[in-house]
């Protein structure tokens, strides 16, 4: 009859501090960074969880670890990243979720044409996985203004 009612509640007891969980969500920047600058769309996919959602703009969304996989297997095949800078501007810790959001800047060397430098920001959500690595499980970006 339009009440709510709770149907169960996990507490999490989580005793990280910030710096070490911003320290650790900055190596897995570096290993995404590594393997998509590489152009190991393997490694670069497997930042991702296995129910991740990739948002790239003017695309369909990359539901899950394989989607993701296939669109980085296509771009990395026409294209090369020559630089990723990632800069995080904000981030905040909720138990085993980040929410992050920042700007980077890439510079992409197509098969077929010019170099790109393109500019952007992001929001990401990491989950801390059972292996002790973040990995992205929300991730969308624009261009800047």
Not at 58 to 66: C, F, Q, S, T
């Amino acid at each position: 009859g339009g009440t709510w009612k709770y149907a169960a509640l996990r507490v999490i007891a989580m005793r990280m501090k910030y710096g070490a969980v911003e320290a650790s969500i900055g190596k897995s920047w570096d290993r995404f960074i590594a393997s998509f600058e590489k152009g190991d769309a393997d490694a670069s996919a497997s930042m991702f969880t296995a129910s991740a959602i990739n948002m790239v703009p003017m695309n369909e969304n990359n539901v899950n670890r394989e989607g993701v996989l296939a669109l980085f297997k296509d771009f990395l095949s026409n294209n090369k990243v020559e630089k990723l800078k990632v800069t995080p501007h904000e981030l905040e810790v909720v138990g085993p979720v980040a929410y992050q959001w920042g700007t980077f800047e890439e510079t992409t060397v197509p098969k077929k044409g010019k170099t790109i430098v393109s500019k952007s920001r992001f929001y990401a959500v990491w989950n801390l996985e059972a292996d002790g690595t973040w990995r992205f499980h929300r991730f969308l970006f624009n261009a800047l203004p």
